[in-house]
Every structure is written in C-alpha cells, then in structure tokens.
C-alpha cells in the first residue's frame, strides 16, 4: 500500500515538475517519506530535465516563444510505435522544400525519419505589413529588421529533411515591438 501512494505522489511530483520546467530537490525530499530512494527518482528527473536544456531559444531576448520540441517528440515516439506512417510524417510541400534547399541554413542534427542527412532550418514570418502568403527570411538581417518593426510579426522555424520530406514545426516567436500606432 505504501509502495502504491509513493509511487502516485512521484508520478505528480515529476510530472509538476516537468511542466514548471524547474527542478526542485528540496520539495521533492520534503514530501517523499524517507523509506523512497531519492537518488533514484531525482536522478530519472535530472535526464529529462537534460532533453529540456538542449533546446536552445531562437533568439536571445524577452520576445515570446512557443517550443514545439514536445509536440516534436509525441510523433516521432508515434511514427515509431506505428500509428503513423512515412507518408503521414514525411509530407513536405514542394514550396518548403525549395525554401529549404536555397535558403535554410544547415543544422548539425540528423534526420530522425531516415537518418540519411542532416536536417536544415528554415524560418518564415507572417504580419501585418507583409506579404498574405508569408515570407522566408533570408539571415540574420531580416530577423533584425523584424525586431525592431514597429508591427507585431509571427516568426516560425521549420525543420526539413531534403531527403525524405520531414518537416516539423520547430518554434514560433512574435517580434516586433507592436506600436503601430506610433508608427
């Protein structure tokens, strides 16, 4: 019975834990009676706490910033256990392709589909003064111009596999100041 509800309170703990993005070691010993091994739930929290720290902000200020890299993990943990297929994971527009063929810049990360080639970035932003359709970014010049633009821009980065067509949704951040009417 003990057993049971140190086993409930650590899967609460943890998942608080996770979700809060803090790591929190004197709560988690406080609350667990001491016949728990800490070292062995603290250590579980500290390896996930690790896949957390390695993704790293788009850019480096207070602009707001949605990280896909959960979402991320979710299909890829689907595609394979099978309740998705290639076709379903693998389906990156002609467009985006060529985007990210001429514009994307390289990362270091292999494909997780077909582990054939590295994965390249690709960014678009989307507001109020440009174009419907959206519009790639080129560099770094762009993304400052959208910093300091007086209109609030959506900015989202996007990793492709040029080989077999992955694409996810890597984040999403709003730059721009958003004082259009002082503009």
Not at 107 to 129: H, N, Q
Request: hydrophobic share 40%.
């Amino acid at each position: 019975m003990l057993g049971c509800y140190i086993n409930s309170i650590y899967q609460l703990i943890f998942s608080l834990v996770i979700l809060a993005g803090t790591f929190v070691r004197d709560a988690v010993a406080t609350v667990l009676p001491p016949q728990a091994n800490l070292g062995l739930l603290l250590g579980s929290m500290n390896r996930e706490m690790d896949i957390r720290a390695k993704v790293q902000p788009m850019w480096e200020s207070d602009d707001p910033t949605v990280d896909y890299a959960l979402a991320r993990l979710a299909v890829l943990r689907d595609f394979r256990q099978g309740r998705l297929s290639r076709l379903q994971v693998c389906d990156a527009q002609p467009e985006l392709i060529r985007a990210a063929s001429h514009l994307g810049r390289p990362k270091k990360d292999p494909c997780p589909i077909c582990e054939r080639e590295s994965l390249v970035s690709v960014m678009y932003a989307f507001g109020p003064k440009l174009p419907a359709h959206g519009r790639c970014l080129e560099g770094p010049s762009d993304l400052s111009k959208l910093h300091t633009s007086s209109f609030a821009n959506k900015v989202y980065e996007v990793e492709v596999c040029l080989a077999c067509r992955w694409n996810h949704l890597e984040r999403m951040s709003v730059l721009g100041t958003g004082d259009a009417a002082t503009a």
